[in-house]
Antibody
């Protein structure tokens, strides 16, 4: 059974870079029907799609975040990562990693990790 | 960008009621729409994919319909466990935008 686990600092200072990693187990990260995504949810707010990455390295970003976000993938370690540059208080959120299977959208989710932005 | 608009933002209904949530896309997305249920402190759970296909293990009281730009999620007989926030999400093309959510409360 697929498991996704987010990891990374829970506290980031304003103007610095937020970096999170999602570890994949129970399925191959190189499966050619799977896209790997990041979604966030600010406190009391709705879900915001950040971006997706394919095992080949192809990326797809939310236009509103494209200028500050970078997704990467490490197939040898079955991990994919998120970097958000120049964070502000509005980047404070629970960050989820998820798998999108072709035709199904996001079927599998990590438990989420809370990131706070504060000096 | 394809934008998703959900309505209503909140609804309150009684156990046993039939409940419908609508989602509108700013342009045609064919049938590439999913519905999720989210309870407080939990990750979203996929209920419906491809507009009307029921995810395995999801109770049959949940159903989805629509195509193009107009979609709906129906709960045929509302149960106490259905108290949650529901989100639509489009997955046409390269983007994966969510609707703003509908909070369902039990009277």
């Amino acid at each position: 059974q697929l498991q996704l686990q987010e990891s990374g600092p829970g506290l980031v200072k304003p103007s610095e870079t937020l970096s999170l990693t999602c570890s994949v187990s129970g399925a191959s990260i190189t499966n050619n029907t799977s896209y790997w995504g990041w979604i966030r949810q600010s406190p009391g707010k709705g879900l915001e799609w950040i971006g997706n990455i394919f095992y080949s390295g192809s990326t797809y970003y939310n236009p509103s975040l494209r200028s500050r976000v970078v997704l990467s993938i490490d197939t040898s370690n079955s991990q994919f990562s998120l970097r958000v540059n120049s964070v502000t208080a509005s980047d404070a959120a629970v960050y989820y990693c998820a798998r999108q299977q072709a035709g199904y959208s996001f079927r599998d989710w990590g438990q989420g990790t809370l990131v706070t932005v504060s000096s | 960008d394809i934008q998703m608009t959900q309505s209503p933002s909140t609804l309150s209904a009684s156990v046993g009621d039939r409940v419908t949530i609508t989602c509108r896309a700013s342009q045609s997305i064919s049938v590439w729409l999913a519905w999720y249920q989210q309870k407080p402190g939990k990750a979203p759970k996929l209920l419906i994919y491809k507009a009307s296909s029921l995810e395995s293990g999801v109770p049959s009281r949940f159903s989805g319909s629509g195509s193009g730009t107009e979609f709906s999620l129906t709960i045929s007989s509302l149960q106490p466990d259905d108290s949650a926030t529901y989100y639509c999400q489009q997955y046409s093309g390269d983007s994966r935008m969510f609707g703003q959510g509908t909070k369902v409360e039990i009277k």
